[in-house]
Nanobody
Framework: QVQLVESGGGLVQAGDSLRVSCAASGGTFSAYHTGWFRQAPGKEREFVAAITWSGDYTDYADSVKGRFAISRDNAKNTVTLQMNSLKPEDTAVYYC???????????????WGQGTQVTVSS
């Protein structure tokens, strides 16, 4: 059973950068594709970025393309989301998820972390 723990969230100003990380334990995390999702109050959970288990392919939501970068280090069982040029509309709880299919749909991921809050002030 894979456990995921996110870290690195916080309060920043618009235009700042922030890095959130996802640490995995309890299983072969390197065998799973990994996605980052976010959920703002009163809104549905939405796709942000995803990366294959090998790291050779990435996918981004249009709203973050060119500003965010997802990467992974399988030796350390971590996946990182580097967020640049942050905007107030990026404010949400950010979740990492692991699954056997690379998808933009949350329900395709079997393993989830507890989330980390990212708040961007204007």
């Amino acid at each position: 059973q894979v456990q995921l723990v996110e870290s690195g969230g916080g309060l920043v100003q618009a235009g700042d950068s922030l890095r959130v990380s996802c640490a995995a334990s309890g299983g072969t995390f390197s065998a799973y594709h990994t996605g980052w999702f976010r959920q703002a109050p009163g809104k549905e959970r939405e796709f942000v970025a995803a990366i294959t288990w090998s790291g050779d392919y990435t996918d981004y939501a249009d709203s973050v393309k060119g500003r965010f970068a997802i990467s992974r280090d399988n030796a350390k069982n971590t996946v990182t989301l580097q967020m640049n040029s942050l905007k107030p509309e990026d404010t949400a709880v950010y979740y990492c998820a692991g699954g056997q299919l690379l998808s933009r749909r949350p329900r395709m991921y079997a393993y989830w972390g507890q989330g980390t809050q990212v708040t961007v002030s204007s």
